[in-house]
């Protein structure tokens, strides 16, 4: 089965509101990271996290490595903030692993 | 379901040595990326292509060249690998014009350069 899923697939958030997105492994990964991907197809690094929290201007992610989760929060959204998120995992072998990704729109 | 392939999954060259990382899809996907993930750093893109025999640059093109022969396979060759460089590299694919595009990634090629 897969070892990230992402939730949830898509999102809707209203300006200025708030929500999370959360990805969850099914084996414990070495450290999680956060993407953002912009109009050209690359996907902007958020966070890069091997344990804790970091936070960024209104982002904010967490990684548990022992519980096996990560969550990407989102505070007073704007506009611009719409697009795709990827969390994914490094693995202990150095592999990469992608959630499917969450579809963001933040509407007036 | 679709899958994308790359081969090899580990890559050790020497230093100087031209290196190629190959790449499949079976999602019939228009378009193709090649990424190069740094440790503690997000993916940057070195090529893409739209279709077959498409090539665009991305942003860290320079020392790697890229070949799409056809729809389904993208490679990248390392034109001089350089001393210690260790770096996995990363295929993707996606619909084109696709209203919710997602891209889908490969399971990656880690090089090491001794």
């Known amino acids: 089965g897969d070892q990230v899923e992402q939730s949830p697939s898509a999102l809707s958030l209203h300006e200025g509101t708030g929500s999370a997105l959360r990805c969850n492994f099914t084996t414990t990964m070495r450290a999680v990271q956060w993407f953002r991907k912009n109009s050209r197809g690359s996907l902007i690094n958020l966070f890069y996290l091997a344990s804790g929290t970091k936070e960024n201007g209104r982002l904010k992610s967490a990684f548990d490595s022992k519980e096996r989760y990560s969550t990407l929060h989102i505070r007073d959204a704007q506009l611009e903030d719409s697009g795709t998120y990827f969390c994914a995992a490094e693995t202990g072998s150095w592999q990469l692993i992608f959630g499917s990704g969450t579809q963001l729109t933040v509407m007036p | 379901g679709g899958i994308i392939t790359q081969t090899p999954k580990f890559l050790i060259g020497q230093e100087g040595q031209k290196l190629t990382l190959k790449c499949q899809q079976n999602f019939n996907h228009d378009t193709m990326y090649w990424y190069r993930q740094d440790s503690g750093k997000g993916l940057r893109l070195i090529y893409y292509s739209i279709t077959e025999n498409d090539l665009q640059k991305g942003d860290l093109s320079e020392g790697y060249d890229a070949s799409r022969e056809k729809k389904s396979s993208f490679s990248l060759t390392v034109t001089s690998a350089q001393k210690n460089e260790m770096a996995v590299f990363l295929c993707?694919?996606?619909?084109?014009?696709?209203?919710?595009?997602?891209?889908?990634f490969g399971s990656g090629t880690r090089l090491t350069v001794l």
């Open positions: 993707a694919s996606s619909i084109r014009g696709g209203r919710a595009e997602t891209l889908y």
